[in-house]
C-alpha cells in the first residue's frame, strides 16, 4: 500500500474528521453488524430455561427453546448459533460415549432449530468435555489424554453432528491432527459440504470458567494445559493455525478474544483466511459483573469491545452478546 504523504502542523489537523458524527461516520473504517456474530448458546435435556448464575443473562435453553432462538435469531438477522449442550452428571462416563448418541441432546436441538429456522447455521462443537465424568477433552488414560484414542471418538461425534443437520462442526478439543482426520471421514461420509471452523489457536485460559459453570464440563483433576495452549506462546500459535489449514479448515478460530487480538491480527495477515474470535465466558462475565456495579456503562463496553475485535482483523465473533449487540441495530 503506498501512504500519502504526511503534511505537519499547523497544516495537519487530524481533529477536523471528527468533529461531528457525519464526518466520524463517513471516515469510519470498521462496522459491527448482526451479520459478523455468532450467537453462542448452552442447551439442556429439561424444560424451561436454567439461569446461569456466573452469567447474568445467560440460561441454559430447553430444545424448546432453542428453537424459539433461532428464529429470534433469524429476525434479528444473526446468520448462527454456536450450540453447546450441558449434560446430566448421571449420563456421563470415562469415553463421553454419549457425544456421538444420534438422538442425543445435540442432535435433538440441531434438528429443532433447523425446523425452526432453516435459514440460521447452527455450529456444533466436536469435544467431548460435556459428556466425560472427568471432565477432559478426551480419552483418559493413567491421567493423561491419550490425542489419537481421542481423535476416534471425535470422529464418530461430528459424523453425528453433521447426519443431525448440523451446518459447521467446530472441533474444539486441541487434539493434534484432529481437523484433517474429521475433514477425510466427513468427505468420506458424503459431507463434503459441511465446513469446519477449528478451534486452532485455543488458550489454557482463566476466563472459561463461567461457561464450564453453564455445561457443568469443569475438569475433575488437573487441568486443560496439556493440549490447550500456553497464553506465552504467539508462534506457536501460528503453527497451529498453519496446521489446521493444511488440514482442511475453512475458517480458523482464536478464543479467547481480547488478550489475543494480537493473534486475531497477526493469523489475518498471514494467513488471508477467514478468521473467527470467541469472545468466551469470562469476557462476558467480566462486562456484565463491572456493569451491575455501574463501574462500567455495558452498552458501551461491549460495542467497543466487539468492535475491536473485527478492528484487529476477525470476520467473526463468537458472542453471548449476540442477541444484545443485534438488537440495539435493529
Ligand atoms: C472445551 C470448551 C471450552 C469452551 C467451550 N468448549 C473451553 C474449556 O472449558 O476449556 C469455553 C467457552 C467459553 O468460555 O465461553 N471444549
Redesign the pocket.
Known sequence: MTKAPLAAYPALRLRRLRQADWIRRLVRETVLTPSDLIW?MVVHEGEGQVPVGSMPGVSRLSVKDAAKAAKEARDLGIPAIAV?PHIDGAKKDAAGTLARDPDGLVARAVKAMKDAAPEVGVMC?V?L?PFTEHGH?GVVEGGRILNDATIERLVEQGLAQAKAGCDILAP??MMDGRVGVVRRVLDEAGFTHVPIMSYAAKFASG??G???EAAQ?TPQFGD?RGY?MDPANAEEALREVALDIEEGADIVMVKPALPYLDLVHRVKERFAYPVAA?H???EYSMVKAAAARGWIDETRVVDESLLAIRRAGADIIITYFARDVARRRS
Open positions: 453462542s453447546f462443537d469435544a468435555d477433552d474444539s478439543d476466563l472459561y463461567p461457561f464450564r464440563s486443560r490447550q470467541y468466551v465466558s469470562g
